[in-house]
T-cell receptor, first 114, second 115 residues
Framework: GENVEQHPSTLSVQEGDSAVIKCTYS??????FPWYKQELGKGPQLIID?????GEKKDQRIAVTLNKTAKHFSLHITETQPEDSAVYFC?????????????FGQGTILTVHP | EAGVTQSPTHLIKTRGQQATLRCSPI?????VYWYQQALGLGLQFLLW???????NRGNFPPRFSGRQFPNYSSELNVNALELEDSALYLC??????????????FGPGTRLTVL
C-alpha cells in the first residue's frame, strides 16, 4: 500500500552471476509481497511471493527476503541465464483502504549477457 | 488449465469515444482486478471486483468503470477517452473470497491506443 520504491531501475549481469533487486515499502500494514516477471508483449507472471510471517522463501534459483523492521524486501536470482532477461516488478498488499490492491514498484529491467 | 484471458488484444479509438475491455478469470477464481500500465510506468490499480461487487477502486476518474458478471468474467469501460488513456490494460484474477493476500495472476493485457 501507499508507496513502493524499487532499485535499481536497470541491471546488467553476465550469465551465471547473481542479480539482486531491492524494494522498500512505506505502509506498515503491508502483509503480502509478490514479485512479477514481465517479458516483452506479455502480462506480468508471478514468480515468487512472501507473506509477512516469513523472513525468507526460496524456489530453485529464486529467493525473496523480507525485513519487516526496515520495511524492505529483495529478490535474489542466482546462476542467471539469458532467459531471465525481463522487467521485474515488486509489489505489496496492505489492508484497510488498500484492501485487495497491489501497489507496484517502478520495475527493474534485467539484462543477462551470454 | 487456461489462464486469464483478455479481449481484444489491441483496440484503437479516437478521443471522446468509449472503450470496452473484457476479461475472463481462471476457472474457480471469483476476484477480478484491473490495472493500467502506461508506457514506461509501473502498474496502477484501477478496480477490484469480487462476487459481482466492486470492492475497491484506485485513484482514477469516474469515467473508468466496470462490472463483474455472474460467471465472474468482467468488463472495463472507459468513457470520454483522452489521449493519456493510451496504455496496456491488465486484468488479474485470484481465488477465494475477500482475501487481500490472494495471489493475483495476470492476463496478457489489452493495448488501448487513443488517437
Amino acid at each position: 500500500g501507499e508507496n513502493v520504491e524499487q532499485h535499481p531501475s536497470t541491471l546488467s549481469v553476465q550469465e551465471g552471476d547473481s542479480a539482486v533487486i531491492k524494494c522498500t515499502y512505506s505502509d506498515s500494514a503491508s502483509n503480502y509481497f509478490p514479485w512479477y516477471k514481465q517479458e516483452l508483449g506479455k502480462g506480468p507472471q508471478l514468480i515468487i511471493d512472501i507473506r509477512s510471517n516469513v523472513g525468507e522463501k526460496k524456489d530453485q534459483r529464486i529467493a525473496v527476503t523480507l525485513n519487516k523492521t526496515a520495511k524492505h524486501f529483495s529478490l535474489h536470482i542466482t546462476e542467471t541465464q539469458p532467459e531471465d532477461s525481463a522487467v521485474y516488478f515488486c509489489a505489496d498488499n496492505a489492508g484497510g483502504t488498500s484492501y485487495g490492491k497491489l501497489t507496484f514498484g517502478q520495475g527493474t529491467i534485467l539484462t543477462v549477457h551470454p | 488449465e487456461a489462464g486469464v484471458t483478455q479481449s481484444p488484444t489491441h483496440l484503437i479509438k479516437t478521443r471522446g469515444q468509449q472503450a470496452t475491455l473484457r476479461c475472463s478469470p481462471i476457472s474457480g477464481h471469483t476476484s477480478v482486478y484491473w490495472y493500467q500500465q502506461a508506457l514506461g510506468l509501473g502498474l496502477q490499480f484501477l478496480l477490484w471486483y469480487d462476487e459481482g461487487e466492486e470492492r475497491n477502486r484506485g485513484n482514477f476518474p469516474p469515467r473508468f468503470s466496470g462490472r463483474q458478471f455472474p460467471n465472474y468474467s468482467s468488463e472495463l469501460n472507459v468513457n470520454a477517452l483522452e489521449l493519456e488513456d493510451s496504455a496496456l490494460y491488465l486484468c488479474a484474477s485470484s481465488p477465494g473470497v475477500g482475501r487481500a493476500d490472494n495471489e493475483q495472476f495476470f492476463g496478457p493485457g489489452t493495448r488501448l491506443t487513443v488517437l
